[in-house]
């Protein structure tokens, strides 16, 4: 339900806030780029997916007319067990205290060098341009037991037919200075932790979707309305005009790093092709996103988007919080 402006603005006022999230980070742009994944296979974002991933895989939600995504079993499964690789189980903020956590342009340049297991990953999404012959990151965890039905129901057949609206070259070229001058050897440690940061801003957007979602289910039943589809038109017209009413500073940086970490991304590989597509498409996001003023909403309203935002980004630290002390 939130669109890319909205997950951007959450990933963005978490890293400058300086709160649990924030302490947490060491790669703020790996983090940032977490904050889209989940969106980036489903085929409605980033064009050209040719085996999508169904929305109740990549989002951990069942089917339903308003789902909430299980932001939790994402944390368990996967955020979980790399704090516990990066020894961050028992205070998830601590390391970056002497190893300086991000605020927000300055991001640290990510990972490079590695991929996952295989074997320790969902078969879904692309097969994608994993380095063959790198070094491999030993991943200890098991696609979740509560997904692997929905992943027998991933079809390689679905070629969308989204046409760019927007020059690709011309903002490609926007990240070509960052992509030349990103290269460096990162160690094991710094590898394992770039990927930590990825994950965890993959929780974030889970967790965004899930507040956002059940504040319009909890809206709906206030009303004593059921949901349809001019609810849904208007819905969405208006988080398209909130979205817009939010000051956007950061993007996704495309650089050799970003894609190693992404191809090793624990629920499903994400390949080169997509990850600079979707670095493309926040660019824009962020380029074009020219803040309204007197914004009409025609069902919901601005202390509606005002409180669930600040819901949004109060729980992430306050659930980061609780993961480090228990």
Not at 114 to 122: E, I, M, N
Not at 175 to 196: G, H, I, V
Request: charged share 20%; net charge negative; with cysteine.
């Amino acid at each position: 339900m939130p669109s890319w402006n909205i997950h951007i603005a959450h990933a963005e006022r978490l890293l400058k806030g300086g709160g649990s999230v924030a302490r947490a980070v060491r790669d703020g742009n790996a983090f940032l780029f977490g904050n889209l994944i989940p969106d980036i296979y489903v085929g409605y974002m980033v064009p050209g997916v040719v085996r999508p991933v169904p929305y109740r895989v990549t989002h951990f939600a069942k089917p339903e007319h308003i789902p909430k995504p299980r932001a939790g079993e994402f944390f368990d499964a996967y955020v979980r067990p790399l704090a516990r690789e990066c020894g961050l189980l028992d205070a998830l903020g601590d390391d970056c205290a002497t190893g300086g956590g991000v605020g927000a342009p300055g991001f640290a340049s990510g990972a490079s060098g590695f991929v996952g297991a295989d074997s320790d990953r969902a078969p879904v999404g692309p097969t994608g341009s994993a380095a063959a012959g790198g070094p491999v990151l030993e991943l200890p965890w098991q696609v979740p037991a509560s997904l692997a039905a929905e992943v027998a129901h991933v079809s390689p057949a679905h070629t969308p037919t989204f046409e760019w609206d927007f020059d690709v070259a011309q903002t490609a070229a926007c990240q070509r200075d960052a992509f030349a001058t990103s290269r460096r050897a990162l160690s094991r440690n710094e590898l394992r932790r770039s990927l930590f940061d990825m994950v965890l801003g993959t929780w974030v957007h889970l967790l965004a979707d899930c507040t956002w979602n059940q504040a319009v289910s909890d809206l709906i039943d206030a009303r004593g309305e059921q949901p349809s589809r001019d609810f849904r038109i208007k819905k969405q017209g208006d988080f398209d005009l909130f979205g817009k009413s939010l000051e956007l500073d950061l993007m996704p940086r495309l650089t050799p790093q970003l894609i190693e970490v992404a191809a090793a991304f624990p629920q499903y590989e994400i390949d080169a092709a997509s990850v600079s597509a979707t670095c493309a498409i926040a660019h824009e996001t962020v380029r074009t996103n020219h803040p309204v003023t007197g914004a009409v909403y025609r069902l919901l309203d601005e202390e509606f988007f005002s409180r669930v935002f600040a819901e949004v980004n109060a729980r992430a630290e306050r659930e980061m919080e609780y993961a480090g002390t228990r």
